[in-house]
């Protein structure tokens, strides 16, 4: 990744040089992209997401909100403690860091913040992974199987063998597609020693993800023996490799 960073007098922008010779904020801008008609899909939640046809193929532009109580009365704003610790800035540098390590994660292409007195905003842009269906749809579909599930045990751990620590590892942040497996959504999350402590929260947080989605609502026996040990299973295997 080549870092070039582009400021004016409401922020900056940080993008690869390498895949983009320049950005400027309209890139930000849902609609812009629409008025172009380049702006594929759109949906609404926390993270305000768009997809959208750009000159280097198709993207996800991602604006940061806030979730929980705070999100009432901050929205996507954030306190600004300097450029470097905003959550744009920190998620495309961590991005970076996981392709220079070769694990399957999402490209970062270009992202920002806007300052307004004490507090920003940010948004990020990444390439698309598709077609894929995230783990959670998987699910809902029935394809959830001890394969699968193996697989998903192994993506995990090769992360955290790394050291790199996703802040909320669950269903749908795990993409699948036909001959991969990703983990998407780095916000908050950071690269740190490994450590049993931390590497088995995670694998915890993901566990309540997929029995809150149901995986185990039927079936626990059958959840346990036919989901989660094999996932477990590869991720010991695949850790101490």
Known sequence: M??????DSTGA???????LPQVDND???????RERGALRQQAGGRGGIAIIDTP??????????????????????????????TRSFSEFRLLGVIASLGLPGPQAVACRYQRSGLFY???LITRRIAPSQTLAECLAAGLLDSEMAELVGALVARFHRAGIWHADLNAHNVL??????????????RQRQPAEAWQQA??????????????AAQDQTGFEEQLWKPLVYRYERTLRA
């Not at 922008?13 to 895949?19: G, K, R, Y």
């Not at 532009?61 to 450029?83: K, S």
């Not at 995670?202 to 995986?215: F, M, P, T, Y």
Request: with cysteine; charged share 30%.
């Open 121 to 123: 905003t940010a948004d």
């Open 56 to 85: 280097v193929g198709e993207c996800v532009l991602r604006h940061y909100r806030r979730g929980g109580l705070v999100a009432t009365w901050m929205g996507d704003r954030y306190l600004w403690t300097g450029a470097d610790r």
């Open 2 to 7: 080549q870092e070039r960073i582009r400021e």
């Open 176 to 189: 699948v597609t036909s001959d991969e497996l990703y983990l998407i959504d780095f916000d908050r999350g």
């Open 27 to 33: 890139w930000f801008v849902p609609e812009a992209w």
């Open 202 to 215: 995670n694998l915890q947080r993901l566990r309540r993800s997929l029995v809150k989605l149901g995986a």
């Open 13 to 19: 922008i940080l993008f690869d040089s390498a895949v």
